[in-house]
């Protein structure tokens, strides 16, 4: 991401922007905004869209009957967690849109990348570290020991060219940029104090927040080649374990393939502007043509 003065510039006015509306025009330095009108209604909203998606997961802990059905009452206790959760986002979410001195970036992850700890938590560590192909035997369990005993030594060959790949990720990584030089102790938001004066708009500095969170997975990330899958998709690539192809999200039932209704739509746009077009080279063929007529 390059971040330059007009985004910079262009942040600060979204804060003062936002900071009016919350009737107060101090911004992040003084905390005592209005909040949005509708923002406890938002609050609600947005946990029974989590509860619709955690409902099924509920059934399948508790084997509660119904909690399947999103119209079903949330439980309390389930209710007032996700309340706390999602209150508490949307007043940090709000205080960093008030910050005019700093850049917010979600940094993008994606399923199948190669796993980097310099950007990356692994919620599942111990148990890649476990299944890690080229950890020592003496350093796994028991139960890791045994499992590696029954594989044929071609697997375990294999396996040692497995690369750690992001299977889930559950949550993206966040940094903070600022414009300028180091600032002093009592630097604010509003009123930015650098400790070289000559700094104030030279370079700039960025903070990781936090690493982005993912589950991880030991295996070959699949690869395309002019278009089309390549290699990975060889069994003998992934190994014993391996149960057949990777499945396209436009496979799973139920999911429409946009792609090639796009294309469809696209193609069908083009045979009538072709059509179009022909048709008024034929109509300018005839008035040319009546025109030599009448001389």
């Keep these: 991401m390059i ?19 919350l009737e107060n025009k101090e911004a992040a330095d003084k905390l005592d905004f209005r909040l949005p009108p509708t923002f406890i209604a938002h609050v609600v909203h947005i946990i029974h869209a989590l509860w619709a998606h955690l409902a099924p997961i509920y059934t399948l802990c508790h084997g509660a ?3 399947h059905n999103t ?18 986002a949307g007043l940090l979410s709000l205080l960093m849109r008030l910050d005019r001195h700093t850049v917010y970036y979600f940094e993008p992850l994606f399923k199948e990348n190669k796993y980097d700890p310099d950007r ?10 476990q299944r890690n192909p080229r950890t020592p035997v003496e350093k796994l369990s028991k139960a890791e020991q045994e499992r590696r005993a029954r594989l044929s030594e071609a ?18 990584g966040l940094c903070a ?4 030089g180091w600032e002093t102790g009592d630097s604010t938001a509003e009123v930015p104090k650098f400790e070289d004066a000559a700094s104030e708009n030279q370079g700039i500095r960025v ?13 070959r990330a699949r690869g395309y080649s002019k278009g089309k899958v390549g290699a990975s998709g060889d069994e003998k690539l992934h190994g014993d374990a391996w ?17 090639e209704m796009d294309r469809q739509e696209r193609g069908a746009n083009a045979a009538v502007d072709n059509r179009k077009g022909k048709g008024k080279a034929m109509e300018i063929h005839d008035e040319s043509s009546e025109d030599e007529l009448y001389r």
């Design 3 to 21: 971040v330059c003065d007009v985004g910079f510039d262009r942040n600060a006015q979204y804060a003062t922007y936002i900071a009016s509306l």
């Design 65 to 67: 009957q119904g909690a």
């Design 71 to 88: 119209t079903t009452p949330i439980p309390a206790p389930i209710f007032a967690a996700l309340h706390q959760i999602v209150t508490q």
């Design 120 to 129: 990356m938590k692994c919620i599942n560590h111990a148990d890649m570290t």
């Design 155 to 172: 697997e375990k060959q294999r396996a040692r060219g497995d690369e750690a790949l992001t299977q889930i990720t559950i949550m993206r």
């Design 177 to 180: 940029y600022r414009r300028g």
């Design 207 to 219: 903070r990781m927040l936090t690493h982005g969170w993912v589950y991880c997975r030991w295996g």
């Design 243 to 259: 149960k057949g192809g990777f499945v396209e999200f436009t496979d799973v039932e139920g999911v429409p393939n946009w792609l």
